[in-house]
């Protein structure tokens, strides 16, 4: 078999590590708070905040859920942002996305007190992932689990060739910021790149964030390639299917299965970056 990268293993051992930070941090007079907003009632989104909500009341992290119909304007969920902004239980903030058609992602994101940006969308935390600075902000938790988990699987990625296929805001365009400073060469393709094929055949690594079903085929890559499936692809029969299809049952490479690889690992580094902020909000008291 394709070797296949624990995610959920990674995930749980981190979560061990979280639990003692936050016992450390209550005992300091500091309980880590986080807020998530969920506007509508995407079913897939309810399983994934559900989830956080379990993360966090598990890790001892106080969590509140703010659940507001899809009808919400856009000037009541900010109303909504500007008082998490200012409460001071709230460590971090976040806004399930997708947000219904009628609310503009980029002014929610923008809302968000930066030092409570728990997702790491805020511009001012992009504009510092990508020039890599050096003093502490929060940064999107999908790519950040991958980092993760190449730390472990694939340590070395200095002048590797990367391929990120897929540029969304969400994975692929922090993973090839993270990448890039990591010290890897990093590609990031999409609907418009050309000679795609030629890409896959040559890059050390491929992290694949596009939607679609078997989007790509492990046979195209290279015999010791380390591919991450960041696809979760809900089929007709009900099954879950990433955007890789593993058709190489004897190979050298690496791939994160789905579920159980990247998935665990978004959550556990939300739970991980809610403990960093809630450190640097009592710093900053
Ligand atoms: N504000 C944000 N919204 C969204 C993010 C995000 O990082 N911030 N990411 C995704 C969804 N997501 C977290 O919100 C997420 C998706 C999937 C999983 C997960 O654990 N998946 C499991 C399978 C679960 C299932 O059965 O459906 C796995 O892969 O093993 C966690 C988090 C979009 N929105």
Redesign the pocket.
Known sequence: MTKLID??QVANDLKVQIASSVKKLIALGITPGIAVILVGEDP??Q??VR??QRAAEQLGIDSELINLPTTTSEAKLLAKIDQLNANPAIDAI?????LPAHINEERVQSAIAPEKDV?GFHPQNVGALYNNAKSYYPQ???PRGIMTLLAEYMPDLVGKKALVIGRSI?VGRPMMAMLNNADATVTLAHRHTQDLDQLIATADLIVVAVGEPHFLKMSAAKADAVVIDVG?NRLEDGS?VGDVLDDMPDSAQLLTP???????M??AM?MQTTIELARQHSTFE
């Open positions: 995610g959920k897939a989104s399983i994934y989830n956080k976040l806004v399930q996305a997708p997702d999107a938790n999908t969400l979760i879950l789905v579920p159980g690889g990247v998935g665990p978004t959550i939300l």
